[in-house]
């Protein structure tokens, strides 16, 4: 697929419906990624955020609506279907091994090889680990050990490395699913500036969160789910962080709950 | 690594943090509360990783205790040191008492071969013992009662071996069950069939002459029949260098088949294992089948060979018994995939799966044979064997946790 530089998006899901018999997954979503930016996708448990993941990530198909790519209308057929087109999802669970090294967990389904006269094919582990030393450290994660476990590192590394995969694969648009869901403080400064860092080599994000702390200093636009609609997408520019969290479902709930427990606000 | 702690001092300005410590409530949705990002200027070079200061060095014991095998390994030392000591002079250690111990250990160790790369997978395959039985049988019958070459029967056993290994493979992968429930019925369904068919083909549990006809048939004694290096054994014999019968012969002929296929089966599939793509995806399949999964590893195919290989480990181990006894019989290998098991676990592989080694597995299955022939060798009556593996198999399973823990757990 040869990008086309004329379109200004990426990836654009015009007037999207969802439907799983008589639930309505999605009603009339349309989310434009344009090249290089983050796009944050903001809502509640329940917005539709993940429907909308899958439809990106060619586990579903939109029911109405189109799905374009570069500004080309596709119907993806399955997860690869995405994957060759560059859009790779990096889900909560992260697929990776805790049990297997670093290395082995980068290559994982994609191991290198090598010949070795002419008949075996060998798994390549010294290209294996260097190459995913040498992303790592171009994400700013240094690695103790290539082959030191994935359990052994903390669950901030663990995304790094999940995305660092996806990168080098060649992923041009990421899909992250709630990267910081289950992270401290720091943990989650770090993977925000991985997604920076993804951002400054060009590529796309779209970042799927419920935080608007987390959202709001590394976005640059922002769609808000509600209840499976759209609430509008925003730039930056145009909308405080405040005014973000109040359209989410729960930030008036906040509100009310913290008049109630007779919080000042 | 290290991220700038960032600290906010109180009322401080800025049109973030105003509006954002005065409205932000607490625990916006259970989420934790926003950490800012310290943009770098633009055109500022990426922030270099510093050296990490919360790793120390391991010492080399520590690194060499991580990996699966290195516990069996230091029980088959510890095992060869006391029966050095206590039946040192009983023969034990001479070349006959060798080839003893390591062809009980050889049989075993290509079972538990096929059994470990299994468990490394997350699977279990229960049926192997059985599927001593069952190939053994299949391939003695036809040869002694219908008049079949040899090596069509042998092969006729190995088709059958691998498509009830695709079979169990196949049932565990698509319905999900635990392997556990499934190869149980196909141990019982197995051993069921072997005794009912060869009642009925042969009206007896029994068949002998098989290992005669066997070594009639050139590619079946090349391949299973008998001992390999001859010649060198019956010079060093004539040299003297090698204990010989009255007649000059020597007294080990030369090194049993089954240990050579031992040694192929083992390196090949720890060199499998440890140096190959399909290698890399019995990790991957063992320790996160969704995980591997998701990256593109063909989980169901993975399985469903391995159960195929075990298959195939139990039809050698078949082949190689019936060509050495010279016989089949319907109650062989029993208990061989709980010894298989033990071989495995013994060589540091995790029951869960995700973890392991052949090499392990190996000296798993060195310390079984050594330790169930040796005891014949020393004053201690050998029904203590038992208890001595199953002590060994408990500590070698605490081990192993404790070497899960450190694994996954560390932070």
Redesign the interface.
């Given at each position: 697929m040869a990008p086309n530089p004329n379109s200004e998006f990426i990836l654009e899901l015009d007037n999207v419906s969802k439907y799983f018999g008589s639930v309505i997954a999605l009603r009339d979503v349309t989310v434009r990624l344009r090249r290089g930016e983050v796009h944050c996708l903001l809502g509640?448990n329940g917005a539709g955020k993940s429907t909308l993941i899958k439809i990106l990530a060619g586990c579903h198909r939109p029911t109405q609506g189109t799905f374009k790519v570069d500004g080309e209308p596709v119907a993806l057929q399955s997860?690869?279907d995405a994957l060759d087109r560059g859009i790779a999802t990096v889900?909560q669970?992260?697929?990776?091994?805790?049990?297997?090294s670093v290395a082995?967990n980068f290559?994982?389904?994609?191991?290198p090889?090598r010949r070795v006269g002419g008949i075996l094919?060998?798994?390549n582990?010294e290209q294996a680990a260097e190459i995913s030393s040498a992303k790592l450290?171009d994400m700013?994660?240094?690695v103790?050990d290539p082959e030191q476990?994935v359990?052994?590192?903390?669950g901030g590394?663990r995304q790094c490395l999940a995305i660092a995969r996806a990168i080098h694969f060649g992923a041009r648009v990421l899909i992250l699913d709630e990267p910081?869901?289950a992270?401290?403080?720091?943990q989650?400064?770090?993977v925000?500036?991985i997604i920076?860092?993804a951002r400054?080599k060009g590529i796309s994000v779209i970042f799927i969160t419920?935080?608007?702390?987390?959202a709001?200093?590394?976005g640059d636009s922002f769609t808000l789910l509600n209840r499976g609609r759209s609430m509008g997408t925003f730039r930056k520019t145009e909308i405080?962080?405040?005014q973000v969290?109040d359209m989410m479902a729960?930030g008036l709930e906040?509100?009310k709950?913290?008049a109630e427990f007779g919080?000042r606000? | 690594m290290e991220t700038q702690p960032n600290p906010r001092p109180p009322g401080s300005s800025g049109p973030q943090s105003a509006t954002a410590d005065a409205d932000r409530p607490p625990e916006t949705n259970g989420g934790p509360p926003a950490p800012r990002i310290v943009e770098p200027p633009p055109g500022a070079p990426p922030p270099q990783p510093a050296a990490d200061e919360r790793v120390r060095t391991l010492s080399t014991f520590h690194r060499v205790m991580g990996r699966p095998e290195s516990a069996s390994i230091a029980g088959a030392v510890l095992v060869f040191v006391v029966f050095a000591l206590s039946a040192g002079d009983s023969g034990m250690f001479a070349l006959d008492g060798v080839m003893n111990w390591s062809t009980v250990s050889a049989y075993l160790g290509i079972v538990a071969t096929g059994a470990c790369l299994l468990m490394i997978a997350g699977e279990f395959d229960l049926s192997l013992g059985s599927m001593i039985g069952f190939t053994g049988m299949m391939a003695a019958i036809p040869p002694l009662f219908f008049g079949w070459p040899v090596w069509l029967s042998m092969i006729l056993a190995l088709a059958c071996a691998l498509l009830i290994g695709w079979v169990n493979g196949t049932l565990v992968v698509k319905t999900g069950l635990p392997s556990f429930i499934v190869t149980l019925g196909f141990l019982f369904i197995l051993r069921g069939l072997t005794l009912a068919l060869s009642i009925i083909f042969a009206n007896r549990t029994i068949v002998s002459g098989i290992g005669d006809l066997a070594a009639q048939d050139p590619v079946v004694r090349f391949l299973f029949s008998g001992t390999f290096a001859n010649e060198l054994f019956t010079w060093a014999g004539k040299h003297g260098w090698i204990a010989t019968l009255d007649d000059g012969r020597p007294l080990v002929r030369g090194i049993p088949k089954v240990i050579l296929w031992w040694a192929f089966i083992a390196i090949a599939s720890s060199y499998r294992l440890t140096h190959t793509r399909f290698g890399n995806w019995i990790f991957a399949v063992g320790g996160d089948p969704n995980a591997a999964k998701n990256v593109g590893v063909p989980v169901r195919r993975v399985k469903v060979s391995l159960f195929m290989f075990t298959a195939l480990c139990a039809w050698l181990f078949a082949m190689l018994q019936i060509c050495d006894v010279g016989s089949a019989a319907a109650d062989r290998g029993l208990q061989k995939e709980f010894e298989a098991i033990i071989a495995a676990v013994i060589g540091g592989t995790l029951l869960t799966g995700g973890y392991g080694s052949v090499v392990g597995a190996t000296f798993g299955a060195l310390i079984f044979g050594v330790v169930q022939i040796g005891i014949t060798y020393t004053n201690v009556n050998s029904d203590w064997f038992r208890v001595f593996l199953g002590g060994m198999l408990l500590v070698a399973v605490l081990f192993n946790n404790q070497v899960r823990k450190r694994v996954t757990e560390a932070r």
């Open positions: 509640d997860p690869c889900y669970d992260l697929a990776l091994v805790p049990l297997m082995r290559f994982m389904g994609r191991e090889t094919r060998l798994f582990r450290a700013g994660i240094k103790r476990a359990g052994t590192m903390s590394e910081t869901a992270l401290g403080v720091r989650s400064a770090n925000l500036r920076s860092r400054e419920h935080n608007v702390h987390h709001y200093p590394v405080a962080r405040d969290l729960g906040m509100q709950l913290m919080v606000v | -």
